[in-house]
C-alpha cells in the first residue's frame, strides 16, 4: 500500500499519463493528417476520370457497351483508368451505361445526391460492398443549358488507402504500449534520481534526537527546492539547539543558585529540631529561614527574567551598578559553601566604583503596551 502512496510512483504515473495522453494527441493527428491526404489523391483522381467522362468528345461514346466502353476509356484516359468503376445515368437516376468490372457490384445513387446534381455540385461518397475495400465514388453532373440531363460516378476501391491506414493503425498499437512501457522505466529510475535527496534528508533526519541536536542535514544541492528545504530545516534545527541549550543551561543555574538557600535552610532547621531551646532562638532561626526562602524566590524570579531576555521578551535597560555591593553580596550569598570547604572571603573596603550593569527592566515584550 505505501508502495502506490510514495511520492515516487505518483510522479512516476504523471509522467506516464502525460506522455500517453501526448503521444495519443500525436498518433491521433498523424492519422487524421495522412488519411486525409489520402482521401485527397483519390478524390483528385476521381475528379479528373469523371471529368474526361463528361467531356463533349466522349458524349457519343456514352451509350456504348460495357466492352466498348472499356476500350475507349483506355484509350482517352489511358492505362490508370483500368481499375476504376464508371457508371453514367439519365436524369432520374436510371443507369444506362457502366464499365464491365460493374457487374458484380453497383454504384449507389440516392436521391440526395441526385438533388445535389441536380443545381451542378459534384459529390463524394464512400460506399461499403460485399468486396474487402470500401469504393470511394464521385457523382459529377453532365448540364446543358443549366440542366442536368445526365449524371456520370466514378469510383475505385480504396485498397491501398485502406492497407497504408491499418498499417498506420498497427503500428501505432504496438508502438505506443511499448513506448509507455519504456517511459515507466525511465520514469521510475529519474523520479528516483530526483527524490535521492530526500532519502538523504530522511536518513540525516532519523539521527537527530534530544542528545544529539548538532547534527545536521546533508546538502547535495543548495540552490534547488529540496536543497532549499534542507537548509531552512537545518536553520529551524539551530533555533531548536538554542532554545535547548538555553533550558539546559537555565535548570543547571537553577540547580546551582538554590543549592546554597536550601543548604543554609536544612542546616538552620536541623539546629532549630535538635537544639533551639527558648521561644526567641527558634525566631531567630525562622527570621533566617524566612531571609534565605525570599533570596530563592528572588533568584527564581531573576533567572527567569533572565531567560526571558534571552529569549527576546524582555528589554534590559543598562543602569549604573555600584560593584562594591554586587560583591559584597556575592560573597554573604556565597559564605555557606565557603565555610563547607574551609575557604575564608574576605572583601576589604574599596572605594565607590560603579559600572554599567542590566539591573533594571524596562519593558515586557510580551505584554500590550
Not at 503521444?23 to 489520402?38: A, H
Request: hydrophobic share 45%; proline share 5%.
Amino acid at each position: 500500500m505505501f508502495f502506490f502512496r510514495s511520492i515516487r510512483f505518483r510522479l512516476t504515473l504523471w509522467y506516464l499519463v502525460t506522455l500517453a495522453l501526448i503521444l495519443l494527441l500525436f498518433s491521433t493527428f498523424i492519422y487524421l493528417t495522412i488519411s486525409k491526404r489520402l482521401y485527397a489523391e483519390v478524390d483528385r483522381e476521381l475528379l479528373a476520370i469523371a471529368e474526361a467522362v463528361a467531356s463533349p468528345t466522349l458524349e457519343p461514346f456514352r451509350r456504348s457497351a460495357p466492352t466498348v466502353l472499356d476500350q475507349i476509356l483506355e484509350d482517352f484516359i489511358g492505362p490508370s483508368v483500368a481499375d476504376k468503376f464508371v457508371q453514367i445515368a439519365d436524369a432520374s437516376g436510371k443507369v444506362f451505361s457502366s464499365s464491365t468490372n460493374l457487374q458484380n457490384i453497383s454504384l449507389p445513387l440516392d436521391k440526395t445526391s441526385l438533388i445535389i446534381s441536380g443545381i451542378g455540385n459534384s459529390t463524394y461518397h464512400t460506399h461499403s460492398n460485399s468486396l474487402r475495400y470500401p469504393i470511394r465514388s464521385i457523382t459529377m453532373p453532365i448540364m446543358e443549358n443549366g440542366r442536368m440531363v445526365q449524371v456520370v460516378q466514378v469510383g475505385m476501391l480504396l485498397d491501398y488507402t485502406s492497407d497504408i491506414l491499418e498499417k498506420l493503425l498497427v503500428i501505432f498499437a504496438v508502438s505506443i504500449p511499448l513506448a509507455l512501457i519504456m517511459l515507466w522505466y525511465a520514469g521510475w529510475f529519474l523520479a528516483g534520481r530526483a527524490l535521492k535527496p530526500v532519502e538523504l534528508i530522511t536518513t540525516s533526519a532519523r539521527k537527530i534526537s534530544a542528545e544529539n541536536l548538532g547534527h545536521r542535514l546533508e546538502i547535495i544541492n543548495p540552490s534547488d527546492e529540496i536543497g532549499r528545504l534542507a537548509k531552512t530545516f537545518n536553520l529551524t534545527l539551530d533555533r531548536l539547539e538554542n532554545a535547548f541549550n538555553r533550558t539546559r543551561q537555565f535548570s543547571m543555574d537553577v540547580s546551582h543558585e538554590l543549592r546554597t538557600p536550601l543548604t543554609i535552610l536544612r542546616g538552620e532547621t536541623e539546629v532549630g529540631l535538635r537544639w533551639g531551646g527558648d521561644a526567641d532562638e527558634l525566631k531567630k532561626i525562622l527570621r533566617s529561614n524566612m531571609e534565605e526562602i525570599n533570596r530563592m524566590s528572588d533568584i527564581i524570579g531573576d533567572l527567569l527574567e533572565l531567560s526571558r531576555a534571552e529569549e527576546g521578551k524582555l528589554v534590559l535597560d543598562p543602569v549604573p551598578v555600584e560593584l562594591h555591593e554586587l560583591l559584597q553580596d556575592i560573597c554573604t550569598k556565597a559564605a555557606p559553601d565557603a565555610r563547607e570547604k574551609r575557604i575564608i572571603l574576605d572583601l576589604p573596603n574599596a572605594a565607590s566604583l560603579h559600572v554599567p550593569g542590566t539591573g533594571a527592566v524596562a519593558a515586557d515584550l510580551s505584554q500590550p503596551h
